[in-house]
């Protein structure tokens, strides 16, 4: 979730960090290439097959997969404020973006058999775009704090 995240923020956290360019190797799961990563720090790869996204350096639980690749990987500095963001954010997508759920539903409004009802709007200023019943318009206040404008 915390590539989809930065992503949605346009923000790598990658201010003062060291990015890394070329060749490299993942093997059992680690780069053979040592990059001054430290432990449970945040890092990005881009140019990867299988591996794109953002990783925690010698967390057991994200396993990378073995691979050469030409690319990039951007070491990060993520505030533990946006880690516990993107944790708040995982447990509302699975408590209210499930299969199950009502939020789910494409439908803005229905009625059949003499019931009806209507789903909250919400005005996002974002143009046309309706973000009600997304991650993104549940935490828009918290997530415009940390993002980036684009270029």
Same mark, same amino acid.
């Given at each position: 979730?915390? #590539? *989809?995240?930065?992503?949605?923020?346009?923000?790598?956290?990658?201010?003062?960090?060291?990015?890394?360019?070329?060749?490299? +190797?993942? !093997?059992?799961? *680690?780069?053979?290439?040592?990059?001054?990563?430290?432990?449970?720090?945040?890092?990005?790869? +881009?140019?990867?097959?299988?591996? @794109?996204?953002?990783?925690? $350096?010698?967390?057991?639980?994200?396993?990378?997969?073995?691979?050469? $690749?030409?690319?990039?990987?951007?070491?990060?500095?993520?505030?533990? !404020?946006?880690?516990?963001? @993107?944790?708040?954010? #995982?447990?509302?997508?699975?408590?209210?973006?499930?299969? @199950?759920?009502?939020?789910?539903?494409?439908? #803005?409004? *229905?009625?059949?058999?003499?019931?009806?009802?209507?789903?909250?709007?919400?005005?996002?200023?974002?143009?046309?775009?309706?973000?009600?019943? #997304?991650?993104?318009?549940? $935490?828009? @206040?918290?997530?415009?704090?940390?993002?980036?404008?684009?270029?």
């Amino acid at each position: 979730m915390l #590539t *989809e995240l930065c992503k949605e923020l346009n923000n790598w956290f990658d201010y003062n960090q060291p990015h890394f360019y070329g060749d490299f +190797v993942i !093997d059992d799961g *680690e780069f053979t290439k040592d990059m001054g990563l430290q432990d449970g720090q945040y890092f990005r790869i +881009v140019g990867s097959i299988f591996n @794109d996204g953002v990783h925690k $350096f010698g967390d057991n639980t994200d396993t990378l997969i073995d691979e050469s $690749f030409n690319g990039a990987v951007w070491a990060m500095a993520v505030p533990p !404020d946006v880690i516990a963001l @993107d944790s708040d954010i #995982t447990e509302w997508k699975n408590k209210y973006q499930s299969i @199950d759920s009502v939020a789910m539903s494409p439908f #803005t409004s *229905e009625s059949f058999g003499g019931y009806s009802y209507s789903k909250g709007g919400s005005s996002s200023g974002s143009g046309n775009v309706d973000l009600s019943g #997304t991650w993104q318009g549940a $935490f828009a @206040d918290k997530l415009n704090h940390w993002r980036k404008i684009r270029p």
